[in-house]
Protein backbone atom coordinates (compact mmCIF):
# COMPACT_ATOMS: atom_id res chain seq x y z
CA UNK A 1 0.00 0.00 0.00
CA UNK A 2 0.82 3.49 -0.40
CA UNK A 3 0.22 4.90 2.94
CA UNK A 4 1.02 3.24 6.06
CA UNK A 5 -2.06 2.50 7.97
CA UNK A 6 -2.09 3.29 12.11
CA UNK A 7 -4.23 1.69 13.97
CA UNK A 8 -5.26 -1.04 16.32
CA UNK A 9 -2.34 -3.81 16.74
CA UNK A 10 -4.47 -6.83 16.65
CA UNK A 11 -6.97 -7.24 13.91
CA UNK A 12 -8.68 -10.37 11.61
CA UNK A 13 -9.01 -10.67 8.09
CA UNK A 14 -12.33 -11.96 7.18
CA UNK A 15 -12.28 -10.89 3.65
CA UNK A 16 -13.25 -14.06 1.06
CA UNK A 17 -13.77 -13.79 -2.91
CA UNK A 18 -17.11 -12.39 -2.61
CA UNK A 19 -16.34 -9.15 -0.37
CA UNK A 20 -14.37 -7.80 1.87
CA UNK A 21 -15.06 -7.80 5.80
CA UNK A 22 -12.28 -6.71 8.98
CA UNK A 23 -12.32 -7.06 12.54
CA UNK A 24 -10.91 -4.90 14.86
CA UNK A 25 -9.68 -5.37 18.64
CA UNK A 26 -9.35 -2.90 20.99
CA UNK A 27 -5.53 -2.67 22.08
CA UNK A 28 -6.55 -2.89 26.40
CA UNK A 29 -9.48 -5.59 26.62
CA UNK A 30 -10.02 -7.06 22.86
CA UNK A 31 -13.32 -5.75 22.76
CA UNK A 32 -14.15 -6.29 18.53
CA UNK A 33 -16.11 -4.26 16.16
CA UNK A 34 -16.60 -5.21 12.80
CA UNK A 35 -16.25 -3.49 9.83
CA UNK A 36 -19.10 -3.07 7.12
CA UNK A 37 -18.97 -5.69 4.34
CA UNK A 38 -18.02 -4.46 1.59
CA UNK A 39 -18.78 -7.00 -1.65
CA UNK A 40 -16.42 -7.72 -4.30
CA UNK A 41 -17.86 -7.18 -7.77
CA UNK A 42 -14.87 -8.87 -9.41
CA UNK A 43 -15.83 -11.83 -6.72
CA UNK A 44 -19.64 -11.40 -7.67
CA UNK A 45 -18.80 -11.53 -11.06
CA UNK A 46 -16.66 -14.96 -10.87
CA UNK A 47 -19.55 -16.35 -8.91
CA UNK A 48 -22.44 -15.70 -11.50
CA UNK A 49 -19.90 -17.71 -14.15
CA UNK A 50 -19.63 -20.62 -11.90
CA UNK A 51 -23.31 -20.54 -11.16
CA UNK A 52 -23.88 -20.32 -15.62
CA UNK A 53 -20.83 -23.05 -15.59
CA UNK A 54 -22.83 -25.18 -13.92
CA UNK A 55 -26.30 -25.28 -15.60
CA UNK A 56 -24.90 -25.03 -19.34
CA UNK A 57 -21.47 -27.08 -19.36
CA UNK A 58 -17.72 -26.81 -19.26
CA UNK A 59 -17.40 -23.74 -21.25
CA UNK A 60 -18.55 -21.51 -18.81
CA UNK A 61 -17.33 -23.35 -15.32
CA UNK A 62 -13.78 -22.69 -16.94
CA UNK A 63 -14.34 -19.31 -17.69
CA UNK A 64 -15.65 -18.93 -14.21
CA UNK A 65 -12.88 -21.02 -12.49
CA UNK A 66 -10.62 -18.01 -14.50
CA UNK A 67 -12.25 -15.32 -13.26
CA UNK A 68 -11.68 -16.66 -9.67
CA UNK A 69 -8.03 -17.05 -10.22
CA UNK A 70 -8.09 -13.19 -12.15
CA UNK A 71 -9.63 -11.91 -9.01
CA UNK A 72 -6.62 -13.54 -7.12
CA UNK A 73 -4.59 -11.93 -8.99
CA UNK A 74 -5.27 -8.40 -9.24
CA UNK A 75 -7.28 -8.48 -5.56
CA UNK A 76 -4.29 -6.40 -4.09
CA UNK A 77 -5.17 -3.57 -4.80
CA UNK A 78 -9.00 -3.74 -4.30
CA UNK A 79 -8.53 -6.03 -0.98
CA UNK A 80 -6.38 -2.60 0.66
CA UNK A 81 -8.79 -0.26 -0.20
CA UNK A 82 -11.18 -1.89 1.66
CA UNK A 83 -9.12 -2.48 4.47
CA UNK A 84 -8.01 1.39 4.41
CA UNK A 85 -11.83 2.28 4.04
CA UNK A 86 -12.99 0.20 7.03
CA UNK A 87 -9.81 1.35 9.42
CA UNK A 88 -11.09 5.02 8.64
CA UNK A 89 -14.40 3.80 9.79
CA UNK A 90 -13.23 2.00 12.58
CA UNK A 91 -10.95 5.33 14.02
CA UNK A 92 -14.82 6.92 14.14
CA UNK A 93 -15.33 4.19 16.75
CA UNK A 94 -12.11 3.37 18.71
CA UNK A 95 -10.69 6.29 20.97
CA UNK A 96 -6.82 6.78 20.63
CA UNK A 97 -4.76 7.86 23.47
CA UNK A 98 -2.48 10.82 22.73
CA UNK A 99 0.01 9.17 25.92
CA UNK A 100 0.36 5.48 24.95
CA UNK A 101 -0.91 5.47 21.29
CA UNK A 102 -3.47 2.80 22.10
CA UNK A 103 -6.47 2.75 20.21
CA UNK A 104 -9.19 1.70 22.85
CA UNK A 105 -12.69 0.95 22.86
CA UNK A 106 -14.85 3.89 24.26
CA UNK A 107 -17.20 2.38 26.67
CA UNK A 108 -14.72 -0.10 28.99
CA UNK A 109 -11.40 1.48 28.35
CA UNK A 110 -11.63 5.42 28.11
CA UNK A 111 -11.32 7.70 31.00
CA UNK A 112 -13.61 9.86 29.02
CA UNK A 113 -12.99 12.82 31.94
CA UNK A 114 -9.66 13.23 31.56
CA UNK A 115 -9.11 12.36 27.41
CA UNK A 116 -6.95 9.49 28.12
CA UNK A 117 -6.85 5.78 27.91
CA UNK A 118 -7.48 3.84 31.62
CA UNK A 119 -4.22 2.59 31.44
CA UNK A 120 -2.61 5.97 31.42
CA UNK A 121 -5.53 7.47 33.66
CA UNK A 122 -7.01 4.94 35.73
CA UNK A 123 -11.02 5.85 37.13
CA UNK A 124 -10.14 6.89 40.41
CA UNK A 125 -13.52 4.87 41.70
CA UNK A 126 -12.32 1.66 39.88
CA UNK A 127 -9.28 1.76 40.54
CA UNK A 128 -10.12 3.03 44.69
CA UNK A 129 -12.46 -0.28 44.45
CA UNK A 130 -9.77 -2.89 42.64
CA UNK A 131 -7.29 -1.72 45.35
CA UNK A 132 -9.43 -2.30 48.12
CA UNK A 133 -10.12 -5.82 46.85
CA UNK A 134 -7.00 -6.35 46.40
CA UNK A 135 -5.72 -5.25 50.10
CA UNK A 136 -8.89 -7.73 51.11
CA UNK A 137 -7.50 -10.76 49.51
CA UNK A 138 -3.97 -10.74 50.39
CA UNK A 139 -5.79 -9.43 54.09
CA UNK A 140 -7.21 -12.84 54.26
CA UNK A 141 -4.15 -14.62 52.98
CA UNK A 142 -2.37 -13.48 55.55
CA UNK A 143 -4.87 -14.20 58.69
CA UNK A 144 -5.36 -17.69 56.53
CA UNK A 145 -1.64 -18.46 56.83
CA UNK A 146 -1.50 -17.06 60.69
CA UNK A 147 -3.85 -19.73 62.07
CA UNK A 148 -2.51 -23.15 62.62
CA UNK A 149 -5.00 -25.85 61.58
CA UNK A 150 -2.70 -28.61 62.31
CA UNK A 151 -2.00 -28.14 65.67
CA UNK A 152 -4.32 -31.10 66.93
CA UNK A 153 -2.97 -33.68 63.68
CA UNK A 154 0.05 -35.91 65.24
CA UNK A 155 1.96 -36.77 61.86
CA UNK A 156 3.53 -39.73 63.62
CA UNK A 157 0.97 -41.73 63.93
CA UNK A 158 0.65 -41.24 67.96
CA UNK A 159 -2.90 -40.60 69.95
CA UNK A 160 -4.19 -37.10 69.27
CA UNK A 161 -2.98 -34.23 70.95
CA UNK A 162 -6.06 -32.75 73.35
CA UNK A 163 -5.88 -28.94 74.03
CA UNK A 164 -6.42 -28.00 77.31
CA UNK A 165 -10.48 -26.92 77.29
CA UNK A 166 -9.39 -23.98 80.05
CA UNK A 167 -5.77 -22.06 78.82
CA UNK A 168 -5.77 -24.34 75.93
CA UNK A 169 -2.12 -26.60 76.80
CA UNK A 170 -1.41 -29.18 74.98
CA UNK A 171 -1.89 -31.83 76.80
CA UNK A 172 -0.13 -35.39 76.68
CA UNK A 173 -2.42 -38.54 75.70
CA UNK A 174 -3.84 -39.75 79.12
CA UNK A 175 -3.29 -36.97 81.36
CA UNK A 176 -6.16 -36.44 83.25
CA UNK A 177 -5.06 -32.72 84.52
CA UNK A 178 -3.85 -29.76 82.64
CA UNK A 179 0.05 -29.28 84.18
CA UNK A 180 -0.04 -25.63 83.18
CA UNK A 181 -3.45 -24.50 85.56
CA UNK A 182 -5.12 -27.69 87.22
CA UNK A 183 -8.33 -28.20 85.22
CA UNK A 184 -9.26 -31.83 84.59
CA UNK A 185 -9.12 -32.90 81.09
CA UNK A 186 -11.41 -34.94 79.43
CA UNK A 187 -9.66 -38.31 80.26
CA UNK A 188 -10.27 -37.29 84.10
CA UNK A 189 -14.26 -36.78 83.84
CA UNK A 190 -16.70 -38.68 84.90
CA UNK A 191 -18.15 -41.75 82.87
CA UNK A 192 -21.74 -42.56 81.94
CA UNK A 193 -23.21 -45.75 83.93
CA UNK A 194 -26.70 -47.68 83.12
CA UNK A 195 -29.01 -48.29 85.99
CA UNK A 196 -28.82 -51.90 86.68
CA UNK A 197 -32.75 -52.34 86.50
CA UNK A 198 -34.00 -50.50 83.63
CA UNK A 199 -30.62 -49.92 81.66
CA UNK A 200 -31.08 -45.89 81.05
CA UNK A 201 -28.17 -44.10 81.19
CA UNK A 202 -27.12 -42.63 84.43
CA UNK A 203 -23.93 -39.67 85.08
CA UNK A 204 -22.50 -40.58 88.18
CA UNK A 205 -22.80 -39.57 91.40
CA UNK A 206 -26.87 -40.62 91.33
CA UNK A 207 -28.23 -42.39 94.18
CA UNK A 208 -31.77 -43.45 92.66
CA UNK A 209 -32.09 -43.84 89.01
CA UNK A 210 -34.54 -40.80 87.46
CA UNK A 211 -36.21 -43.38 85.12
CA UNK A 212 -37.31 -45.45 87.30
CA UNK A 213 -36.67 -44.70 90.84
CA UNK A 214 -34.47 -47.65 91.56
CA UNK A 215 -31.26 -47.25 94.02
CA UNK A 216 -28.13 -47.14 92.66
Not at 5 to 13: E, G, L, M, S, T
Not at 98 to 125: I, K, M
Request: aromatic share 8%; hydrophobic share 35%.
Amino acid sequence: MSNMIQFVANHDDLSTDKGFQFKFYCDKCRNGHMSRFQPNSIGIAGELMRAAGSLFGGHFYDAGTAAYHVQRAIGGKAHDGALEAAVAAGKTYFKQCTRCGHWVCPDVCWNHSAGLCEDCAPDEHEELAAQQRQAAREQIQTKTREHDYTQNLDFLGRAAVVPCAQCQHKLAPGQKFCPECGTASAAAAPKDTFCADCGAPQQTPQRFCPDCGAKQ
